[in-house]
């Protein structure tokens, strides 16, 4: 297994439990201050980058022990790290996420505060020291109740109850072996669905469809906010590419990082994943307009707001799908196998791009006359 201690830095809570966790500190005695100090990673330039997922060991039973630093969202990163590894074939069994911010005290906070405020580094580190060391019983319970864990997990040889539900794409079928192609935007509801369904075909290339065509997308306007960093499968493209939409909020550059990192930690080629970063085309009405309908419950007001930002850059949305397409050419090896059609939940086989172009326009969803709605 990969036992992943992570926090908002990733370094002094989650280092320690790291390191009580792999026998290098005390179990069952609080040491010297000195001993958190000496860590690798606790102070100094060797401290992992955000989004960085840094290799502390393996312990004493194989499991491989890191640390994380994901800023905020810890619910966010975990559903994140875990959707996209499935689509992969990483079993969410094998991947044991500890958050380490339920341990951290004001000590910890104040620090770390007073440490990004210019001149206050060295006062900084002797706040999140003290920091630390309070905390240290809590950091050790913490590693006792994730050996505990694991030691239910391997007798039960399935995912752990307190673990995230699988998201919508995960309980499909993915196939591991096929190139995967995910838009990403904030909470995964409008930009990247739409730019999504450009590139496949469900909406058109060439012209505006109407705000009908663009409110009938699945999950447009309609994820939740406990289910943002869940990645929700769109379709196949021409090539045979899976396509996912996913939401990352404002973590985007920390969780690409992490993405690609534990990929990579699980043996994942990086070849296979292409990330569209599709938030640039949020205009001020879809910002405005997704904050009133999924943060506000004001679906009345927000959506309509929503679609008139999509529409009115929607000849930006055609550019983007295009460089999309293009850099999935350059950047995405072909599948090993012939495409084989995903199973939504409840659904019957998702049609690929030029299916899903057909289908939607036999359903009256595409303008053929090309006029803004």
């Known amino acids: 297994m990969k036992v992943i201690y992570h926090g908002p ?6 280092t320690v439990a790291a390191a009580i966790h ?11 201050p000195s001993a958190l100090t000496a860590l690798e990673g606790f102070h100094g330039p060797r401290r992992p980058e955000p989004g960085r997922l840094a290799f502390q060991g393996v312990d004493p039973d194989g499991h491989q022990v890191y640390v994380l630093g994901r800023e905020e969202g810890g619910d966010l990163a975990e559903r994140a790290l875990t959707g996209v590894g499935e689509l992969f074939g990483i079993d969410r069994a094998e991947l044991v996420f500890v958050n380490t911010e339920v341990a951290a005290n004001g000590w910890l906070r104040l620090g770390g505060v007073v440490s990004r405020l210019g001149g206050g580094v060295g006062l900084g580190r002797l706040l999140v020291t003290r920091g630390a060391w ?14 505990e864990r694991i030691r239910v997990r391997e007798a039960r040889a399935a995912p752990a109850g307190d673990e995230p539900e699988a998201g919508p794409a995960a309980r499909g079928v993915p196939d591991p072996r096929r190139p995967k192609v995910i838009f990403h935007c904030y909470g995964s509801a409008h930009t990247s669905v739409v730019a999504a369904s450009v590139y ?16 009938a997308l699945p999950y447009f306007d309609r994820v939740d906010q ?3 960093g869940r990645p929700f499968f769109m379709g196949l493209d021409d090539e045979g590419r899976e396509v996912y939409v996913l939401g990352l909020e404002g973590l985007k550059v920390v969780l690409r990082r992490a993405i690609h990192d534990l990929l990579e930690a699980c043996g994942v080629p990086r070849p296979r994943l292409l990330m569209a970063d599709s938030l640039h085309l949020a205009e001020w009405r879809t910002r405005v307009g997704g904050f009133l309908s999924r943060r506000a419950g004001l679906v009345r007001a927000g959506r309509p707001l929503a679609l008139a930002g999509v529409l009115s850059r929607y000849p930006d949305f055609i550019r983007f799908a295009a460089e999309t397409r293009e850099r999935a050419r350059r950047e995405l090896s072909a599948p090993e196998d012939p495409p084989q059609p995903l199973r939504a939940p409840g659904e019957g086989s998702r049609p690929g791009a030029g ?7 036999r359903n009256g969803l595409l303008d053929n006359g090309g006029a803004r709605g």
């Open 134 to 147: 309070r905390a240290y019983p809590e950091l050790a319970r913490l590693v006792r109740q994730t050996r």
């Open 9 to 14: 830095d990733g370094t002094h809570a989650s």
């Open 22 to 32: 792999l026998g290098r500190l005390p179990e069952d005695r609080v040491p010297d």
């Open 355 to 361: 299916e899903a172009a057909a289908l939607t326009a």
């Open 226 to 228: 406990g289910d943002i």
């Open 200 to 215: 496949l075909g469900i909406l058109p290339r060439d012209r505006p469809p109407r705000l009908e065509a663009i409110a």
